[in-house]
């Protein structure tokens, strides 16, 4: 059983920065691919930021601005997020990938003011 544990998420003005951060605990011991989703309501859920063993991937909406990073020891990866604008008001999604099984978190809230 793997349980990814999202933290890091709130209410933030318009050019602030959050940092979210996700630990995966259980019977896995690495992933292959970690990274983040977000999904606003009624919208499909989209990429973010994933990183493996070949680097790192963003969407062309947060390029830029956000940066992934993670921590394989303790099975943790990070999304800092800055110069946030209102657009980026999400829930977020951790997801971590092992063999073909994908595991995900339960969303943090992002809410960026205008």
């Known amino acids: 059983q793997v349980q990814l544990v999202e933290s890091g998420g709130g209410l933030v003005q318009a050019g602030g920065s959050l940092r979210l ?5 259980g019977s896995i011991f690495s992933f292959r691919i970690m990274g983040w989703y977000r999904q606003a309501p009624g919208k499909q ?12 991937r963003y969407s062309d909406s947060v390029k830029g601005r956000f940066t992934i990073s993670r921590d394989n020891a303790k099975n943790t990866v990070y999304l800092q997020m800055n110069s946030l604008k209102p657009e980026d008001t999400n829930v977020y999604y951790c997801v971590a990938v092992a063999g073909t099984a994908e595991y995900w978190g339960q969303g943090t809230q992002v809410t960026v003011s205008s």
């Open 21 to 25: 951060s996700c630990a995966a605990s």
């Open 45 to 56: 859920r989209e990429l973010a930021a994933i990183i493996d063993s070949g680097g790192t």
